[in-house]
Every structure is written in structure tokens, then in C-alpha cells.
């Protein structure tokens, strides 16, 4: 297509139009046969306009741990961004949660590099299965609000390898189309302006085939083409300034021979490749969204939301994990009286969008965070709703009391209940909008609205106290968390729109708990390994230097012997489950297996310095396959998550126990169940700083297999 394009007309394929300069958040324009590109939030619905579904966010996904219904949710927001014309998703999120107050974290899958890049990788898959272009975002180390566009990650090759970008290199493998580099600096180079991270390791090493787009008027310079970004967005160096870095900068520096017209062709050519390879060029719906006038017609015209209210129910219940039951608290089997506490059992006081981008103190249930990565809701459920529906059935007695505030009212009202359901949230965004002086982070990790007054004035009066948390993170649980009336706790994560509708399927047992945490609930702040950095002068650049290494989140708990309030990996069922016959064979390569570097890797040699090295097949088919029986030996129903972490010889450096396999399995009482999981010879390597490849580190790799970081019921060792 682009053969005969003019040096102008390549350009323009590669640059926004300018912020407001289109329908969609972020627009290119028609040139020659292309109709050019709508880009569009968010990494859980389609922003900005009407008759769409609000999914539960990428942190809920995560804690299903079910590689099949993160291929379903990815499929669905596809098919609905597909039926509004847009073209290009801006997600999946996968940053990493490094700081437990990061803003953002409520889009991303959680604090360990495999799981996240096992939920990107089949979120990529259904999306474009879908037909819309995914958007792997934000590369990379974005991993707080506060001065996001100056601040530098400063962070160590080896890190930046094992934890930070095998997410995005998880994308590649899904053949995302795009990806979006984002604000901060990484080592004092600006991330879209960043030879290393895009061109060396994304394009390079990874194999990258699709188009870099920037954040926001997060392109530096017009020479960040030399360094691979190949679309500026949204085109305008400042929203409305009527200037651009590319346009007719990038038509100058070509003309002029500072940038070459082969990598200009590239540009174009990695843009219009990604269309033609979501057959976008075949009766693609128009545009049926106006992203900056909600009143507009036009957001009413389609309607994508189909039967996907039965995925988002689905997805939230399956996301909750059940943290906390005693003597059989729950599930709640027709009881005489029950009362809710809190105001995030209710419907919000002005209807679900009380705020612009969700970006406001929630009056009612928290079913997602703020900011760009959120989007309309048509209808939320409540838990209010949803659990006087029930409660009907069964001829319980409801009551109800949504004052936060008034904590002896709670307490007298929940006298002789036999239950007493307090809900408690935590909410975070992005940093545009600041809410009850939270800019975008979270100011600490305790429940909002005096939560933890709350549950225990509730819990004084009642001896069956149930904590149902809505939270964009980890919360601070200490104050009574052991409290002997608080009999259960049901971390239900973020809903959507189904929300109520989700956590009432747990707290009467139509879904049985499967969920598990994607990070570690600390019993102190300080006991994460890293802490947000604030402070700055309007002028400053903050320097973040990730000290902690490889050892983030349960990798550091495990490392440095402290103990958390609830690992990474933890969450009950209403069963039990036991693991039983371990084994382990090596799974023979396939004939077209590039033997000669299968057996350079195996005799210690690292993998060469070429293009796509790390996204190599023969890296990463199976090599070993763990087999084992899981049986359910309670009375329900259920399904439990086996995880595998590797360990791996002191003398590498690796972290004790890292995550590299997991499964989901659903077993009837007294059955067992056979279940296997493979790994590839990438999950036994180690990043080799000096021969810049993977290698397998010397000495025996030993594994486990469990229901949790913490919880190894089975154990082997790699055969030499």
C-alpha cells in the first residue's frame, strides 16, 4: 500500500491528528486507501461513550488464575471495541505493582512477572481474537502516579529482564499489535526516546513486529524515531498546541537525510501492517463514539454489550478470593436475620457514574478505580441489591445500615443479627485527578471512610462478623483481622458491573471461593520492599532506583524471612483439596527444535545475541512436564489453583521460590483428578548480564508444587 505514498503522507500515517482532533481519545488520519486508526480506552471496556460492559479490571482477572476466562474477557471487550469502529485498544496494563500504593496497580495483574504475563498473554490472544488491535502498555516502569513524567527508573539489566518486561515479551509471543511506551525515564532516558528498552530489546530481542505508539504527548523528541517509536499520540507535543514532534518535524529531519526514508518506510509499514493483520481492510465497523461529548447521538447508535454481564458476574466471583472462614461462616445457609453495614454495600448515591472517569470519592459499592483505565457504566449491582433478592428467597430478614460514619448507630444495629456483613473499600487512580488528597497512589494502605472503626464497632456487638473488602491493592489488616468475631473475610476485588450480583455468589456458595491473591498482604507497610517516592520541585526529575532487584513482592517476604498477614498465591475454598504422586519427565523436542542452541543451552551457553533470541521457540515449548492428583476431600464442589515455583540454586541470585507454572482444576468431593503442567527452558534461566542472553545456572533446580507461595505440598527436582 505504502509503495507509493509520499514522504508526507507516511508521515501523517504515523502521526495523531491532535488531542480533540477526532472522535476517538487518540485518532490517525485517512491517507491515500488507509481510512486511518481510532485509538481508544480502556484495558477493561471502551471508554467514553454508552451501551458498552464494564469489566472487572485486570487486578480481578488476575485473581482468577483461569487462563480460560481471561481468554474470554479479552475476547469480549474485543468484540465491543470492534462494534464501536475502534480500531486500536489501549490495553492491556501490565506494569508490575511494584509499590502496594501504586495508582494504577487495579489495571495490571498483580506482582509477579509470570502470572502478569500469563494474563496478558491470553487477555492479547482474545482481544484480537476479537478483531480489535491490543495495546501492551506501559513500557516500561511505570509504576507510580507521582510525577510520573519525571521521574527516572533506575533499574538493572538483569531486573529490567526477569521482572519488568516479561510481561510485554509474554505480548509479543500473543502477537499484540501494539505497544505504548510510556512517561517516565528508564536509567535518564525518556521511555518513548529510548534506544535500549524499544529498539535493542523490544524490536530486537523480543522479535517485535507490530508499531510503538507513545503515551499521552509522551513523545520527547522528533528523534525518537531513530530510537523505534513509530506513532506519536495524539499527535500534538501539548494537548491543542498545534504542534508536533513528527508531522512536519519528522518530514524535515527525512528530507534532510537525519532520518533515514528506510526507517520511515518501517514506520508506516509496521502501522498499516497491524490493520491488515486484524482484517481491519475488510467491512470494519465505523466509529459509533465521541470520546469528548457524552451527549453526543452517536454513543447510542450501537449497542455492544450482547451477553457479556454473564462474563463480567462470572469473572467477579471467580476473582474474589475468600481469605479468612471459621466454623463454617460461610456459605450463608438461609439465615434468620442479616444485616449490611457500610456504604460499599450500596447502590451510589447519584447513579454508577457519579464522577468523570469514575474520579471520586465512591458513595457506594468501588466496582473499579479512576482515570483513563475506566470507562461508563450502563448499571452496577450492588450487594444491597443483590443480597435482598436472595435474602427473599430464603425469607431472611434484611437490614441495612450505609452510614460510615456513625459508628455507635453501626454497632447497636447489628445486636443479636446473625449476621453482620460490613463492607469496606479502597479506591486509586490515575494521577490526573487527585481524590481526598490521594493524587493518583493511594496516601497509605488502610480502608477508606474509618473502614477498620467500622468493622470493629460492628464487630463488638456481633459475633459473626463478616469483612467484604472492595479494594484497588492490598490493605493494611491488622487492627482486626484476628479479631475473634470476625468470622470471615471475602476479598471481592473489583466488580463491575455485575458486582453485587458476584459477591453474593460467593457468600452463599453458588460460586465456591476459587480465587487467590496476585500479591502479598503485608502486616505492615514497611514490610513491602519498596515504597512510593514523593517530594520534588515542579522542575526536579526524581531518581527511583529499584533496589530491591528481583525481589519484589512475595519474593522479597520469602528472601528476607518476614511473614506476611496473607501470601501471594493464598485463598480458601468451602473444600479441601490434597496433592498426591508427583513426576517428572522431560518432554523430547519437536524435529523442527533448533537442536544445536537446545544443546549449547543444556551444556550452560547462553542464548545468542539475534532477532526475536528471547521469543525463540525452542526457548520456550515444554520442556518438562510436572504431573500430580489433586482430590477434593471436603463435601462441595470446587476448584483449586496448583501453582509451581521453582528453586533455584543459591548461587544464581534467583529469589527462593518464583512462580513458573499454574493451573486451574474443578474436582467433586471425594474425586480426583489428574493434572500437569509444563514448563519451557526460558522458566529455568537466568538472565546473563555479560553474554546478554538466557542461560540455565549451574547446580541443581529443584520445585514445588502447591496452593500457594507459602503453602508446597509436593515436591521435585529437575532431572540434570
Aim: hydrophobic share 40%; proline share 5%.
Amino acid at each position: 500500500m505504502i509503495a507509493d505514498f509520499s514522504v508526507e503522507q507516511k508521515v501523517n500515517i504515523s502521526t495523531g491528528v491532535g488531542w480533540e482532533g477526532g472522535l476517538c481519545v487518540g485518532n490517525t488520519p485517512a491517507v491515500g486507501d488507509f481510512p486511518g486508526l481510532c485509538l481508544q480506552d480502556s484495558p477493561l471496556g471502551v471508554r467514553d461513550t454508552d451501551l458498552v460492559t464494564s469489566f472487572p479490571p485486570g487486578i480481578t482477572t488476575a485473581s482468577t488464575w483461569n487462563r480460560a476466562l481471561m481468554r474470554l474477557r479479552g475476547l469480549s471487550m474485543g468484540q465491543e471495541h470492534k462494534g464501536k469502529g475502534v480500531n486500536v485498544a489501549l490495553g492491556p496494563m501490565m506494569n508490575m505493582g511494584r509499590i502496594a500504593q501504586g495508582g494504577r496497580n487495579w489495571e495490571g495483574f498483580g506482582a509477579d512477572p509470570f502470572l502478569s504475563g500469563e494474563v496478558a498473554y491470553e487477555t492479547i490472544l482474545g482481544m484480537q481474537a476479537g478483531g480489535v488491535q491490543a495495546t501492551a502498555k506501559h513500557y516500561i516502569n511505570n509504576e507510580q502516579e507521582w510525577k510520573r513524567t519525571q521521574e527516572s527508573s533506575n533499574v538493572d539489566d538483569r531486573t529490567e529482564h526477569e521482572i519488568y518486561s516479561h510481561p510485554f515479551m509474554r505480548a509479543v509471543m500473543a502477537g499484540v499489535s501494539s505497544v505504548m511506551c510510556s512517561y517516565n525515564l528508564i536509567n535518564d532516558t525518556y521511555a518513548c526516546n529510548n534506544n535500549k528498552t524499544i529498539n535493542d530489546m523490544l524490536k530486537r530481542e523480543f522479535g517485535f513486529q507490530g508499531y510503538v505508539q507513545s503515551d499521552w504527548s509522551a513523545t520527547m523528541a522528533t528523534l525518537s524515531a531513530v530510537a523505534g517509536l513509530d506513532m506519536t499520540m495524539p499527535g500534538d507535543i501539548e494537548f491543542g498546541s498545534g504542534t508536533s514532534y513528527f508531522g512536519g518535524n519528522l518530514t524535515a529531519f527525512v528530507m534532510n537525510d537525519t532520518i533515514s526514508m528506510s526507517r520511515l518506510d518501517d514506520m508506516a509499514t509496521r502501522v498499516v501492517a497491524a490493520w491488515y493483520y486484524m482484517h481491519q481492510d475488510e467491512n470494519y465497523p465505523p466509529v459509533t463514539l465521541n470520546a469528548f461529548n457524552a451527549y453526543d447521538p452517536i454513543n447510542q447508535e450501537v449497542n455492544v454489550q450482547s451477553d457479556h454481564y454473564q462474563v463480567v458476574r462470572e469473572i467477579g466471583a471467580a476473582g474474589t478470593v475468600l481469605l479468612k472462614n471459621v466454623n463454617g461462616a460461610l456459605p450463608l445457609d438461609k439465615p434468620k436475620s442479616l444485616i449490611m453495614v457500610g456504604s460499599d454495600a450500596a447502590p451510589p448515591t447519584t447513579g454508577p457514574n457519579e464522577y468523570v472517569d469514575q474520579g471520586g470519592d465512591p458513595s457506594g459499592i468501588l466496582a473499579m478505580g479512576w482515570g483513563s483505565g475506566s470507562d461508563n457504566f450502563t448499571y452496577l449491582i450492588s450487594p444491597y441489591e443483590a443480597i435482598q433478592q436472595r435474602a427473599r428467597l430464603d425469607q431472611t430478614s434484611v437490614f441495612w445500615d450505609f452510614d460510615d460514619w456513625n459508628l455507635d448507630q453501626a454497632g447497636n444495629l447489628v445486636i443479636d443479627m446473625e449476621v453482620a456483613i460490613v463492607f469496606v473499600n479502597s479506591d486509586s487512580g490515575e494521577g490526573y485527578i487527585t481524590v481526598d488528597g490521594n493524587a493518583g497512589d493511594r496516601k497509605n494502605l488502610t480502608a477508606w471512610h474509618q473502614g477498620d472503626q467500622l468493622i470493629l464497632a460492628v464487630a463488638a456487638q456481633n459475633n459473626n462478623t463478616i469483612v467484604v473488602t472492595n479494594s484497588v491493592g492490598p490493605l493494611i489488616l491488622e487492627p482486626w483481622v484476628e479479631h475473634p468475631n470476625v468470622t470471615a473475610i471475602v476479598w471481592a476485588n473489583l466488580g463491575g458491573n455485575e458486582a453485587g450480583n458476584a459477591v453474593m455468589d460467593i457468600l452463599y456458595g453458588n460460586w465456591n471461593p476459587s480465587g487467590k491473591l496476585p500479591y502479598t498482604i503485608a502486616k505492615r507497610p514497611e514490610d513491602y520492599p519498596a515504597q512510593l517516592v514523593t517530594g520534588g520541585t515542579a522542575a526536579d526529575i526524581l531518581s527511583i532506583n529499584y533496589t530491591e532487584g528481583l525481589f519484589i513482592d512475595y519474593r522479597w517476604f520469602d528472601a528476607q524471612n518476614i511473614t506476611p498477614r496473607y501470601e501471594f498465591g493464598f485463598g480458601l475454598s468451602y473444600t479441601t483439596f490434597e496433592y498426591s504422586d508427583l513426576a517428572i519427565t522431560a518432554v523430547n523436542p519437536p524435529d523442527y527444535a533448533q537442536m544445536d542452541l537446545i544443546q549449547n543451552w543444556e551444556n550452560g551457553g547462553a542464548t545468542p545475541i539475534a532477532e526475536g533470541s528471547t521469543t525463540a521457540l525452542w526457548l520456550h515449548i515444554p520442556a518438562y512436564r510436572v504431573t500430580f492428583n489433586v482430590q477434593n476431600t471436603g463435601s462441595v464442589y470446587g476448584g483449586e489453583i496448583p501453582q509451581l515455583y521453582m528453586h533455584f540454586p543459591a548461587s544464581s541470585g534467583e529469589p527462593p521460590n518464583v512462580l513458573k507454572g499454574f493451573t486451574n482444576v474443578e474436582v467433586s468431593p471425594g474425586q480426583t483428578t489428574p493434572v500437569s503442567i509444563t514448563f519451557s527452558r526460558h522458566d529455568l534461566s537466568v538472565w546473563d548480564v555479560v553474554a546478554q542472553g538466557w542461560r540455565k545456572p549451574e547446580g541443581t533446580i529443584t520445585f514445588s508444587v502447591g496452593a500457594s507461595s507459602r503453602d508446597f505440598r509436593l515436591n521435585g527436582t529437575i532431572p540434570a
